[in-house]
């Protein structure tokens, strides 16, 4: 059983449309959740970091945690062709000082 | 500081031989990390520093990988007599203190031929 499980997609969406990404995990220790996005054949880009429970917004993106029921969503609104690529999320156990990835979402906005 | 920097971005070795990756960081960040990434996968943590201490070493790598930041600047991930199972792409990332946000690099692709 993975520490951080992410839905596996692939998610097809036209453009414009929210789209929601999801994690769960079963760490209690994780106290900062991350999204990145990763392009094809290059390295991950942070997108959010959040630490408390709740929203947090940046622009057309949100990203939400709910600590108490160990769930972890980034929301995509007026979703854009750009915006196709894989989603990641992560999280940090401080006291492991290392980042734990899921396998990602691969998402594909169609014009 | 333009970012993350990996060296090279591709290596093609045959099997038994020696590779050395490296990594330059962005120069103020003191945390640097290694994942290695395999299709459809994410990111799977190797080894971080913090300067030139190496602070983890993830109990999946084996005796064949050492890593090493002399004086807490640069980082060399070397694998020794490569496997087949090692074709992958290795990331870098770097982070500020208690940032815990990473910075990753383009990454090094290895195949194992």
């Known amino acids: 059983q993975k520490e951080v499980e992410q839905d596996p997609g692939p998610l097809s969406v036209p453009e414009g449309a929210i789209v929601s990404l999801n994690c769960t995990y079963s760490?209690?220790?994780?106290?900062?959740f991350m999204w990145y996005r990763q392009y094809s054949r290059k390295g991950p880009e942070l997108l959010m970091y959040t630490y408390s429970s709740g929203n947090k917004e940046d622009g057309r993106f949100t990203a939400q945690v709910d600590k108490s029921s160990k769930y972890i969503s980034l929301f995509i609104r007026d979703s854009q062709p750009s915006d196709s690529a894989t989603y990641l999320c992560a999280m940090i156990d401080t006291n492991a000082g290392k980042s734990t990835f899921g396998d990602g979402t691969t998402l594909t906005v169609k014009p | 500081d333009t970012g993350v920097s990996q060296d090279p971005r591709h290596k093609i070795t045959k099997r038994g031989q020696n590779v050395t990756f490296r990594c330059d960081p962005i120069s103020e960040h003191n945390r640097l990390y290694w994942y290695r990434q395999t299709l459809g996968q994410g990111p799977e943590f190797l080894t971080y520093?913090?300067?030139?201490?190496?602070?983890?070493k993830s109990r999946l790598l084996s005796d064949r990988f050492s890593a090493e930041r002399p004086k807490g600047s640069f980082s060399t991930l070397e694998i020794q007599r490569t496997e087949q199972g090692d074709s992958a792409m290795y990331l870098c990332?770097?982070?500020?203190?208690?940032?815990?946000?990473?910075?990753f690099g383009s990454g090094t692709r290895l195949t194992v031929v």
């Open positions: 520093f913090q300067n030139e201490a190496q602070l983890e």
């Open positions: 760490n209690s220790a994780f106290q900062y």
């Open positions: 990332a770097s982070s500020y203190g208690n940032s815990y946000g990473y910075t």
